[in-house]
């Protein structure tokens, strides 16, 4: 499978498919703080529209629209340290039930992940890389949460200490994974603590939090929005 391995950033996306039409590149333009409630609202609709195409056959060409209905496993990392994560979603058959969203920095080289989905080829249908600025990245992950509507949890991996965008995510409703412990974070409470990078350790835990029989969709909701509360709370303070 030959992949286009170029990475594309949301911005460029947007602008090539509104390219006539010069309010929606203002939006973008100025400073999202400048923004009145219609133009957030704007540009929430066409960051989620941006990880989304008709026909996905490269590796950064986005989810295909097919693909629409499912929930998304959103991770900000690199994509060298994405490898586990990626590992673990497809051979565990994760990639059927959840898109993958990888938010990446924007000079970051995905080639390491190519080799990684030979061995899967449908999963490029269910994959998307995008770079995003930081305040962007929280309109994106509140628009998967207002404008997806599904029985499953959005959920929000966080696979390395250093990473500052879990208590975003988990603000604006996404459910919240990390590999390390988190100031307010409390496993099976408000989120949930994953051990160890292994892939097979890792497809093991996620398999078993989605689909343990005595914890039904309705209890992920209700964790995930007391992971909402506490991260708003800790954003705050």
Do not use: K
Not at 21 to 32: G, M, N, R, S, T
Not at 70 to 76: F, G, H, V, Y
Not at 182 to 203: I, K
């Amino acid at each position: 499978m030959a992949l286009d391995l170029s990475l594309i950033s949301a911005h460029d996306i947007i602008r090539q498919r509104h390219a006539d039409q010069q309010d929606v590149i203002q939006i973008f333009a100025a400073p999202l703080s400048q923004l009145n409630t219609r133009e957030l609202e704007e540009a929430r609709l066409m960051l989620l529209d941006s990880l989304f195409e008709s026909n996905s056959d490269s590796l950064t060409g986005g989810i295909s629209y097919a693909h629409y209905h499912l929930p998304i496993l959103m991770c900000a990392t690199e994509p060298a340290h994405a490898t586990p994560l990626l590992q673990a979603w497809t051979r565990s058959g994760l990639f059927l039930s959840y898109n993958l969203v990888l938010l990446v920095p924007e000079s970051a080289d995905p080639s390491c992940l190519a080799p990684l989905l030979e061995a899967t080829p449908d999963a490029i249908n269910h994959l998307c890389l995008r770079s995003l600025e930081r305040n962007e990245a929280q309109l994106l992950m509140e628009a998967v949460t207002t404008y997806l509507p599904v029985q499953e949890p959005h959920l929000y991996l966080s696979l390395q200490a250093s990473d500052t965008q879990l208590l975003e995510a988990m603000a604006s409703g996404l459910l919240g994974l990390s590999l390390y412990p988190r100031l307010g974070l409390r496993d099976g409470h408000n989120g949930f603590l994953l051990e160890g990078l292994q892939p097979r350790t890792l497809a093991f835990q996620l398999i078993d939090l989605l689909e343990d029989p005595e914890r039904d969709w309705e209890i992920l909701q209700e964790i995930a929005q007391r992971g909402q509360q506490m991260a708003r709370r800790e954003l705050r303070s």
